[in-house]
Structure formats: C-alpha cells, structure tokens
C-alpha cells in the first residue's frame, strides 16, 4: 500500500434547494485532502460545515458532484459502498436488538459468504480487540452505552476494512465515559494499526485523539495539521476561536519583520508572530491564548509585550483561577493561571481594582488579518 489510505482531490459536493432544485447548496467546497496510512484523522467543525458529507463519500453512501476520491490510490468512482475497503461506525451503534452481540458482529461476514468456523474465530477476535470477550450471547439491551459502542467498532473491524470511518460515534455518551471512550479509541487505533478517519465538532476530543485534524467551516478545509499546529499555529481566526479559547485584540499590523510584526492596538505597541503572507497597513487582529499570559506585581524585562492593566474580575474554578484584566478602554484579556499552591496562598487573589504587569511572549501571540 502506498503512503496515503485517502485522497481527496478537488472535491465538490452540491445538493438541490429545498425549495428548487435550482438553488444547489454546496456542501463540500473543492475539497484537497491527503490522509496518511495508519493515521487518526479528525474532520472537525461545526454543523453544516461538510464534515459529515466528506466521510459519507469516502463511504460511498454518497458521490462527488465533482473531483475524485482515491482509496490506497484507487479511484472510487461510483463504486458502492459494499465494495469500498472501508466500514463506518455510526453515533446510534445500528445493533440489531433481536440478534446477540455474537451475531450482531457475524452479521457482515455471514453476508460475505465467510465459513462459520472462520465466522467464529474472527467475532472472537473482534471482541477481544475491544475488552468484550465472552459477551457473545448477550443482547443488546444488557450492555451500558459504552459497551454497546464497543460492539459497534468489533462488528466494524471484524471485516478487516483498510479504513475505518466513525461518524460522531461518542455522541451518545455521558462525558465521564466519553472521555474514557475517546482514549480507548486512540489505543485501540494504534493497536490494530489502521487509518481511522473521525467526524466530531468536538474540538477537546478532536485535541485528544488525532494524528492530524482538518478544520472545516461552510463546505471548505481551513487549516490541516497535527494538535499542536492547529492550537498554537491558527492561520485564521476561525480556527483560532474554534480550537480552545482565545483572546482577539482588534488593531493595525504597522510593520513586519520576517516572522514577527508590530501590532498596534488603543495606542498599545505589541510584537507577535505574523504568517508569510503578512501586510503591514491592514487591520488585523491580535490572538493569545489565556493560559500564556502572564500576571505579575513587577514589571517583567524579558518580552517587550508588558503592560500595565486594572484586575476587573478573578474567578477561582478549582484547577485554575481566571482573570479579566483591562489595559486599555478598548482591550480586556482574559488570562489562566493554573493553581499550584493551596487555596488563599496565591499572591494574585485579592479584590478586584488592583493592577497588575499583564504579559506575554512574542512567540505566543499571532497576527491574523480580518
């Protein structure tokens, strides 16, 4: 097999108005996607965005309006979605009530013809790959969420598929046992070593699991990269504001020098990191996130960024204590600080209305035009 599982190229996808035919909505906007072989590969964004129509023609429920799709480097065309070397897990599980969890997971190799003792061995196996072994003669009723959803992947994987794709599959689930599935999930990726490719808008899931992530919004790929260049290197302000929390400050990219600008903001002089494309004389917006900045009684020497703010509110929420600090009439940032001593300890807790040094490092900040 080749470096790539899937590949997108120029990927349209149009349905008719609801109203008339003639009105198209474009779902999928020429979509470029190249997702590594055995890689956990997140589409993340909001509804509507494209993501679960991406991963239902990688399925062959359905096809491009245009562009081609290409499974281990073979085109998909019109090829139905039995004859795709893929299986997809969705977020309501489809057990069969009627039927064990033995034969829930049989279901697909019985319609393949596969011999009973080689149907046997391999739901075994299936239910061992996801801790459910000897659960074959139960229903489904008598499995919790979770266990159900484990079913699902074991009925999923037992048809060796090259690609395994997963529809929002946690949605279901309270938040404990999401958390706990979103972990069990990545292991057992890296265990049975196949392309996972997972629809969620959940961006902390999408944080916790992938490999890479491609954030979508209005049928189009924003940005693809690993965890840490999607938090820490946005290219835009909508990923920036959709991946965690993040502080935008509006005002005017003055100068740039190589990869970093100065940013000027309610007469503030700022430096941040700008990308390569960067203009000096636009409006721009400032992004740092609240766990980089910094508070602090004396002035630090050691960022050009420092400025002197009025505390507004402090809100203890256990493993962290936020901050709202106005520097400016115009500019408020928020800021995290993680609690490492106990309660009624901290130097920064008191009333609000004091002032304080809020900074923060070049590196930390960003520059994104408007």
């Excluded at 940013?263 to 636009?282: E, R």
């Excluded at 505390?311 to 940032?333: C, H, M, Q």
């Amino acid at each position: 097999m080749g470096e790539f599982a899937v590949e997108m190229h120029d990927v349209v996808k149009e349905f008719p108005g609801i109203v008339r035919a003639s009105d198209h909505v474009l779902a999928v906007d020429h979509v470029t996607l190249q997702i590594r072989d055995g890689e956990f590969f997140s589409l993340l964004g909001p509804s509507g965005c494209g993501k679960t129509t991406s991963l239902r023609m990688i399925a062959g429920f359905e096809l491009p309006s245009a562009g081609e799709i290409y499974i281990h480097g073979k085109a998909t065309g019109k090829t139905p979605p039995f004859q795709r070397p893929v299986n997809t897990v969705f977020q309501n599980y489809a057990l069969f009530p009627h039927m064990t969890i033995g034969e829930n997971v049989a279901f697909g190799l019985q319609m393949k013809g596969v011999s009973k003792s080689d149907i046997g061995r391999r739901v075994q196996e299936a239910l061992g790959m996801v801790r459910l072994p000897g659960y074959e003669q139960r229903k489904p009723r008598q499995l919790s969420g979770g266990q159900q959803q484990r079913v699902a992947l074991a009925r999923a994987l037992v048809n060796r598929p090259e690609v395994l794709l997963l529809d929002e599959p946690l949605g279901a689930l309270d938040l404990k046992l999401r958390k706990e599935m979103q972990l069990e999930l990545k292991t057992l990726q890296r265990e049975v070593g196949i392309t996972f490719i997972y629809v969620t808008h959940d961006q902390e899931e999408a944080l916790t699991m992938s490999d890479r992530i491609a954030v979508m919004d209005r049928g189009r790929v924003l940005q693809a990269g690993s965890a840490v260049e999607i938090y820490e290197e946005p290219n835009c302000r909508f990923v920036a504001d959709f991946i965690g929390e993040t502080n935008f400050i509006g005002g005017t990219l003055v100068s740039v020098n190589g990869t970093e600008g100065e940013f000027v903001a309610d007469g503030l002089k700022m430096i941040a990191k700008v990308g390569p494309d960067a203009q000096a004389g636009v409006s721009a917006s400032l992004a740092v996130r609240p766990e980089r900045v910094r508070l602090s009684a004396e002035k630090p020497t050691d960022t050009p960024n420092a400025f002197l703010g009025e505390v507004r509110e402090w809100i203890y929420v256990g493993n962290d204590t936020r901050f709202s600090v106005k520097l400016a009439p115009t500019v408020t940032l928020r800021a995290r600080r993680q609690n490492e001593v106990p309660v009624g300890f901290p130097i920064l807790e008191g009333p609000t209305g004091v002032n304080y040094w809020v900074s923060w490092q070049p590196g930390s900040s960003r520059v994104l035009v408007n």
